[in-house]
């Protein structure tokens, strides 16, 4: 088919347009769920009936606004490839800037993927981030086993030091071979309130 150009005040963007066929390069994100917590809850998960990663190898989440019914709490995310019956080995790293201060740093080695660290259980000083899974189907081009790596950032005021912190987390699951199929979001008391959601991201 020739390809027609059409000139840009040729268009009134106010006027309705039915397209046919594939409209390409506009958004490589699925929007798959969103859990909006409005009472308290032990966890948020995302099952296997969302989590699909034979359809989507790389994940993309957001958390907004959460809180917690007491402060001073790591809220984390874990990953499962048998629907939340048990979850993966993870080996992270934290790093940790004071916004409004000076104070940096990093932790090793930690057992889990931690989303923010220390947060008040305050509405207004609640977490909010985003964060990658990428390989969720745990393996390369010729089938062999890979490592799953998740990469996060996150934000919130600091319990201990009533401080604005920002918090970037990588994380590496790499034990086992079974592909991510369960996403579980908890903290060390339960959580009140934000807005959780999951997005499958196309090839």
């Keep these: 088919m020739a390809l027609s150009k059409i ?11 039915a397209f ?4 390409s390069g506009i958004n490589n994100l699925v929007k798959l769920s969103q859990t909006s917590v409005t009472s308290a809850v032990a966890t948020v998960d995302f099952n ?16 907004n606004s959460v ?27 934290m790093n940790y800037r004071q916004m409004n201060g000076s104070d940096t740093g990093h932790v090793p080695n ?11 259980n305050d509405e207004t000083n609640a977490s ?17 086993t890979t490592n799953m790596f998740i990469f996060s950032d996150g934000s919130t005021i600091n ?6 912190y920002s918090y970037d987390t990588n994380s590496v699951c790499g034990s086992g071979s079974n592909p991510l199929n369960a996403i ?15 997005y499958g991201v196309k090839d």
């Design 67 to 93: 809180t917690c019914a007491s402060g001073n709490y790591d809220l984390i995310l874990r990953f499962s490839s048998d629907n939340l019956s048990s979850f993966m080995t993870c080996i992270s790293q």
């Design 159 to 164: 319990d201990n030091a009533s401080s604005y």
């Design 128 to 144: 909010t981030g985003f964060g990658y899974i990428m390989n969720a189907n745990r393996k390369s081009s010729n089938n062999n």
């Design 184 to 198: 579980r979001f908890s903290a060390s008391t339960n959580i009140t309130s934000g807005v959780f959601t999951v």
């Design 20 to 23: 046919t066929g594939t409209v």
């Design 48 to 63: 296997s009936s969302i989590i699909d990663s034979s359809t989507y190898k790389n994940f993309f989440f957001t958390f």
């Design 7 to 17: 000139q840009a005040e040729s268009m009134n963007l106010a006027d309705t347009y």
């Design 110 to 120: 930690r057992g889990n993927h931690v989303l923010t660290e220390d947060e008040e």
